[in-house]
Structure formats: C-alpha cells, structure tokens
C-alpha cells in the first residue's frame, strides 16, 4: 500500500504561539501552496484521511471532496496551554514537560506517549484496511509518529525528523512496519 502523508500548508501565527488542536486561519498564499501539494498527488486515491483541524480539510477538500475526518490524526493536545506562548505558561511546568516530554503531559493535554498510541491505532486500522492507495492530511507530529513507525525511530528523536508546510512524504506499508 503507498501511503501520502501531507502536511497542511502554512497557518497565521504569532511566533511562540502553542497551537497544537488551535484552529488557525490559513495563510494569504494557500491557494498556491494548495496548488503545489496538488501538484505532486494523482487523482487515484482510494480514501483521503484528514485530520479535522480545518488547516488539514480545506486541503484535503482541494486534494478531493470525498474524505474522511479521523480525530487520531490531531495534533498534540496541549491543554490548558493551547493558545498561549511558551514564555507565558508556568516555567517550572514547561520545564518539567521539556524534560520529558515524551511521557509527561502538558497541564490538561496528553503526552507523546498517548498521542503515540492513538496514531499508532489509526495506522495499524490503515494496515488491515486492503487499500492500495491512501492519502493522510495532517499535521507534523502525526507525520513525525508515523514516521518512528515506519522506520523504527525512538520518540526521543522525532524532532530531528523536519517537515515542511505542504510536504508530501511517500511511505509504503507493509506488514513489517506496524
């Protein structure tokens, strides 16, 4: 099975804004970048997935306006941060959270080890499914975790994994990469 994994395009933020489910506006040039993730994709998918974060649906909608909303596909959930930026939230609680973020949760949000779990769900229904081609808009944590899956990757160094607003990444699925 060749999955698509797609990053949404560029949103509007403020710099240091914690948004990981925060639903964000779509940056002035998403009709471009649209354009060019379209670009790159054929018109032959058997199912298109999107994250329900409207960053994701309104590129997944262009890629086809038959697809399917999974919540597994959401960002991080960063709790009572979401919203806030990172000099702003408790110091000592960020710092607790940076030390190990991989099993601590932010203050009402979940931890990589939970969001792992959800996304590992979602990619293992995915495996079972007998689809031979597949589309997944989302966002860069998702793509980062489906990534450790695949390719054996500790959650301690998915962050060394960078994706780009609009990056198309081709994996193949194969009962070995569960």
């Not at 329900?52 to 038959?66: D, F, G, M, Q, V």
């Not at 489906?146 to 994706?163: G, R």
């Amino acid at each position: 099975m060749e999955i698509c994994l797609i990053r949404h395009t560029t949103p509007v933020f403020e710099a240091g804004l914690i948004y990981g489910r925060k639903e964000l506006l779509l940056h002035a040039d998403f009709p471009s970048e649209r354009d060019a993730v379209c670009s790159q994709l054929d018109d032959d998918f058997d199912v298109i997935f999107s994250s329900p974060a409207l960053r994701c649906t309104e590129l997944a909608r262009a890629i086809s306006p038959a697809f399917s909303i999974d919540h597994r596909l959401q960002e991080l959930d960063f709790g009572e941060w979401e919203g806030k930026t990172w000099d702003t939230v408790d110091q000592q609680a960020l710092q607790l959270w940076m030390d190990d973020y991989v099993n601590v949760c932010t203050p009402g949000g979940e931890s990589m080890v939970q969001m792992y779990a959800r996304v590992r769900e979602f990619w293992e229904e995915i495996g079972q499914t007998g689809y031979g081609k597949v589309a997944i808009v989302t966002h860069a944590g998702v793509i980062r975790l489906i990534l450790s899956i695949v390719n054996e990757i500790a959650l301690t160094s998915v962050f060394d994994i960078k994706i780009a607003y609009g990056e198309v990444i081709r994996v193949h699925f194969t009962g070995s990469n569960l």
